[in-house]
């Protein structure tokens, strides 16, 4: 009896210990205080006269469902949706696209269950409409889709990254970047930068060097942050719980402590003013689910085309 309890103890110390390390711990030290304050993101907001966006549509591109508690540390392991997303703001100045999905080849590599060649069309038809196209960060299943574009070099004008997400980027320049990409410049933001009517870039590194948020305030006064994959899924910053440390710490490396700034950033924003959409980077459940996302249209739809005003990046 006395043998088996040991064998039990070690058993429990073999695989529970690194089970709960690696998939469970939501443990952080260090971590920085990080704020977003919703009277300075509105002011930002205003900072860019012109009409604002008055509506946001989303595209799915492809999905995997994962055990919730890869995405979010202790979330069980009912397998939650883990939707690769791309982001379309109406403006009557001209679209703006956040995030271009992928394609095939990429999808293959991130083990995804599906990759929709259709959908991903549409995000590349929204790309070459749109006067400004953004990221969250310079991961994969986020910059692909633009980087594999065969006139990638007429769209990039309209393309804004920072030195982080360019080419040149300590983790971007691993990602597969067309031969040429001289037309794409990258260009190095304020902390809080207005990039458009309404449309401001957050600098929130941590997951990646690039990672950024997009606060973006609708004419109809409605207000969404675009969280990528600093909060992947709702319950990240709802329940301020990070990824688990299989995914931070060695399948897709972050900081974070600085992660976790963020996350208690947003949950404090939320609290600042709980009319605020957050939009999770992968959380496709969440955005369809909520009643308070009514904003939200699946699909992006096809609108008539604005014509792009002539050298209007940024305004
Ligand atoms: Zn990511």
């Not at 210990?17 to 205003?46: C, F, H, K």
């Not at 109406?90 to 999905?101: K, L, Q």
């Not at 809080?192 to 948020?213: D, N």
């Not at 910053?237 to 995914?247: A, I, Q």
């Amino acid at each position: 009896m006395k043998r088996r309890y040991r064998l039990l103890l070690l058993a429990v110390a073999v695989l529970g210990l690194p089970y709960y390390w690696l998939v469970l711990d939501n443990s952080v030290s260090g971590v920085p205080a990080y704020r977003l304050d919703i009277a300075q993101l509105r002011q930002a907001a205003g900072a860019i006269p012109g009409a604002r966006p008055d509506s946001v549509t989303v595209q799915v591109v492809g999905w995997r469902r994962v055990p919730g508690t890869l995405m979010v540390a202790g979330g069980g392991l009912k397998r939650n949706l883990v939707a690769v997303q791309s982001f379309l703001l109406h403006a009557p100045g001209g679209n703006i696209v956040i995030d271009s999905g992928f394609d095939a080849a990429a999808a293959r590599s991130m083990d995804m269950e599906k990759f929709l060649p259709a959908a991903q069309a549409k995000v590349d038809a929204a790309i070459r409409d749109a006067r400004l196209v953004l990221f969250t960060h310079e991961h994969l299943d986020h910059m692909t889709g633009l980087l594999r574009m065969k006139d990638f070099a007429s769209v990039a004008p309209h393309v804004l990254v920072t030195p982080e997400q360019g080419p040149g980027g300590p983790l971007a320049r691993s990602l597969p970047w067309p031969r040429d990409t001289g037309r794409l410049v990258p260009r190095k933001l304020a902390p809080v930068q207005p990039v458009a009517p309404g449309v401001v870039v957050v600098r929130t590194p941590g997951h990646t060097p690039g990672s950024q948020m997009i606060f973006a305030r609708l004419a109809d006064g409605s207000e969404y942050l675009f969280a990528g994959d600093t909060a992947s899924m709702r319950r990240n910053w709802s329940l301020k719980r990070l990824r688990s440390r299989l995914l931070s710490d060695y399948l897709a490396p972050e900081d974070r402590p600085q992660v976790m700034g963020w996350l208690r950033a947003i949950n404090d924003l939320f609290r600042q003013d709980p009319g605020l959409i957050v939009v999770s980077g992968h959380d496709y459940d969440d955005l369809v689910t909520d009643p308070t996302k009514r904003a939200f249209r699946e699909d992006f739809v096809t609108r008539t085309v604005i014509p792009r005003p002539p050298g209007s990046q940024l305004q």
